[in-house]
T-cell receptor, first 117, second 113 residues
């Protein structure tokens, strides 16, 4: 299947700093990527839908100015957590969908464990 | 709002036992249904999916799931589990025409040898 690479896998940052997470589709072009957040023992919650060349679509309750998403190319989307606080500590996962006329499937990155101290 | 429910949060089984994990969704229209698995330390992987046709879907590693439209359910089954099936399992739904996946809360399966 298609490969989605997410980097870094783990990051620790100080409160008030910003962290950038990259999501790359390695062997296909992804016009749309998705960013999820997973809290311990909870499900994946969709944060935003990232569209190549246009503004991201954020889910209700997600702060646009705090979670900046850029999808500058067909193979790269970035999520920047700005002015991070301890409550932003979480597991962030990106996903890209491959869509054809008959099928669609989502492929996931390995996730990024963010710890804000 | 659309939602997906997984009623079993933790399941503990012995090897060779049969497995059934429940998944129900709330949406009246056409849906696409998925089961994903997340092995310890690894990323989410697709087990199986249903789009249309035969409601009994067979996936990888001996897993299968049955879509029962009248019950809004898509339960995951495996006749005989192995220790290597220890993982977290997520049911997910996408409403036809929409791209985003809505996930259930996940079921953590522990298979003891």
């Amino acid at each position: 299947g298609a490969v989605v690479s997410q980097h870094p896998s783990r990051v620790i940052c100080k409160s008030g700093t910003s962290v950038k997470i990259e999501c790359r589709s390695l062997d296909f072009q992804a016009t749309t990527m998705f960013w999820y957040r997973q809290f311990p023992k909870q499900s994946l919650m969709l944060m935003a839908t990232s569209n190549e060349g246009s503004k991201a679509t954020y889910e209700q309750g997600v702060e646009k100015d705090k979670f900046l998403i850029n999808h500058a190319s067909l193979t790269l989307s970035t999520l920047t957590v700005t002015s991070a606080h301890p409550e932003d500590s979480s597991f962030y996962i990106c996903s890209a969908r491959v869509v054809s006329l008959r099928d669609t499937e989502a492929f996931f990155g390995q996730g990024t464990r963010l710890t804000v101290v | 709002a659309q939602s997906v429910s997984q009623h079993n949060h933790h399941v503990i089984l012995s090897e060779a036992a049969s497995l059934e994990l429940g998944c129900n969704y709330s949406y009246g229209g056409t849906v696409n249904l998925f089961w994903y698995v997340q092995y310890p330390g690894q990323h989410l992987q697709l087990l199986l999916k249903y789009f249309s046709g035969d409601p009994l879907v067979k996936g990888i590693k001996g897993f299968e799931a049955e879509f029962i439209k009248s019950k809004f359910s898509f339960n995951l089954r495996k006749p005989s589990v192995q220790w290597s099936d220890t993982a977290e399992y997520f049911c997910a739904v996408t409403m036809w025409g929409f791209q985003k996946l809505v996930f259930g809360t996940g079921t953590r399966l522990l298979v003891s040898p």
